[in-house]
């Protein structure tokens, strides 16, 4: 039996992969990720931005013939959209779900993203800019900020809003299943609160209505109001929320923090560059005697902090023979609020 060869426009490539960048650093105590405002993020799969001037991710399209590799395409987008030159990489997620580009003219094709996330400590002039800049990711998220206690966003928008969300299950199935997706993503009813659960907790929100990005792609207009928080163009806060599960969950087998951190640096500095990330406080003494302990910094000899506002602090830097020495050096961290 013989088959006919498939025409050309059947053959017509129906999946465009784009290159998504989470590019982080600590500036001023504060986690920030690089923003690019008003970006033409198209691609040539017709591809609208319902809002020009939303915030975005640095991103571009993948070119299988221009880019060696996906990371290499990833690079030179970077380069493009922002002024930084991050040296870490490390790809996150495929986000490939239908419907992920809200306005998308061509329904034929597939957008698939590929996320990375990227770590610098580089402090860009560019962070002043109305277009391009760095961004608090507790301005997307603000319910992840748990360094000052518990945040009141969570008492007085999610947990009415997942009780609304509760009780309009259909079956009691529903309901008691709701109940207990919010007791495992925000802790309540006296469950811990786990920090690295960023994506799941973005996802019940979603998922749940509470967010402008579940409203806006669904074309849905509701009578209550939405959790507050800044959102982002087409699903870039999901993929923000990927990258900050991801890096608190890393820090804690893996040196990562010090891609965030300068060469020299004194250990309170790198105390709260780690509390900056995981959202909560760490008990001073036993950070500081976990990282004496761990092999992974070493002080520098004769040096010390210039810093004001108090006695001059001994400077550290990272010992990267730890990486030869143990097979996940990281950070065992736990909470000590109001330390």
């Known amino acids: 039996m013989t088959t006919s060869a498939p ?48 915030d975005a991710l640095p991103f571009g399209p993948f070119d299988p013939v221009q880019h060696k590799t996906l990371e290499e395409g990833l690079r030179i987008w970077v380069r493009d959209q922002t002024p930084l030159s991050p040296g870490y990489f490390e790809q996150l997620y495929t986000f490939g779900n239908r419907g992920r580009y809200a306005g998308q003219r061509d329904e034929a ?39 000052e206690g518990k945040p009141r966003i969570l008492q007085d928008a999610i947990e009415p809003g997942l009780k609304r969300w509760i009780a309009a299950g259909e079956t009691t199935d529903e309901k008691e299943h709701r109940h207990l997706r919010a007791q495992v993503c925000f802790g309540t ?21 509470l967010v402008y990005e579940a409203i806006r792609d669904k074309g849905m207009k509701v009578d209550y109001v939405l959790v507050p928080g800044r959102s982002m163009l087409y699903d870039h806060r999901r993929i923000l929320a990927t990258a900050m599960g991801r890096l608190r969950g890393k820090l804690k087998y893996r040196p990562v923090v010090f891609e965030l951190m300068p060469s020299e640096f004194t250990l309170l500095n790198l105390q709260k560059t780690v509390e900056a990330i995981v959202g909560h406080r760490l008990h001073k003494q036993n950070f500081r005697r976990l990282v004496e302990g761990s092999g992974m910094v070493e002080e520098v000899a004769g040096k010390k902090s210039a810093e004001a506002g108090g006695r001059p602090a001994a400077l550290f830097r990272f010992r990267r023979d730890v990486l030869l020495e143990r097979p996940a050096p990281g950070m065992k961290l736990s909470a000590s609020l109001g330390a």
Do not use: M
């Open 189 to 209: 009813g006296g469950a811990a609160w786990d920090e690295e659960k960023v994506l799941e907790r973005y996802e019940l929100l979603y998922g749940a209505n």
């Open 7 to 54: 025409s050309s426009d059947a053959i017509a490539p129906a999946v465009v992969i784009g290159l998504s960048a989470v590019v982080v650093a600590v500036q001023g105590h504060e986690p920030k990720v690089f923003i690019v405002r008003g970006a033409e993020h198209a691609l040539a799969a017709g591809v609208t931005s319902p809002n020009e001037d939303g």
């Open 109 to 147: 094709k597939r957008v698939v993203s590929v996320g990375y996330l990227a770590l610098t400590h580089e402090k860009a002039s560019a962070e002043k800019s109305e277009r391009v800049f760095f961004g608090s990711w507790y301005d997307y998220f603000p319910w992840e900020d748990w360094r």
